[in-house]
């Protein structure tokens, strides 16, 4: 079973209840899924009720990680300093934004 990291970010039933978090290079983060909801998460953004999915330069691949409810992933490390963005692909506005010093 993987190790959790120890930085978390927790999700509700339709958005982050963590809606930022700050990180070391190399470290990676818990996604947490809290409720029963389902979450998929990509690299990007919601701006408003329109997806723009992105990757930006350093930042850990996450293409469709599911969630199928309470349930935990690791995402990273990240390993690159800078302000990266995440979102879940069905719920609009439900976005993460890590930054790693
Ligand atoms: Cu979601």
């Given amino acids: 079973m993987q190790v959790q990291a120890s930085t ?5 039933t339709s958005d982050f209840i ?3 978090v700050a990180i070391k290079k190399g470290e990676s983060i818990a996604l947490v899924d809290t409720t029963s909801s389902t979450h998929i998460i990509s690299n990007g953004t919601w701006q ?3 997806a723009k999915p992105f990757i930006e330069s ?3 691949v996450v293409n469709n ?3 199928a409810g309470n349930d935990s992933k690791n995402v990273g490390p990240f390993n690159t300093a800078g302000t990266f963005q995440l979102y879940c692909t ?10 790693v010093t």
Avoid: Q, S
């Fill in 8 to 12: 978390k970010a927790r999700m509700g």
């Fill in 18 to 20: 963590d809606k930022e």
């Fill in 48 to 50: 408003g009720n329109t």
């Fill in 58 to 60: 350093g930042a850990p």
């Fill in 65 to 67: 990680l599911n969630f």
């Fill in 90 to 99: 069905i719920h609009p506005g439900m976005n993460l934004t890590v930054t």
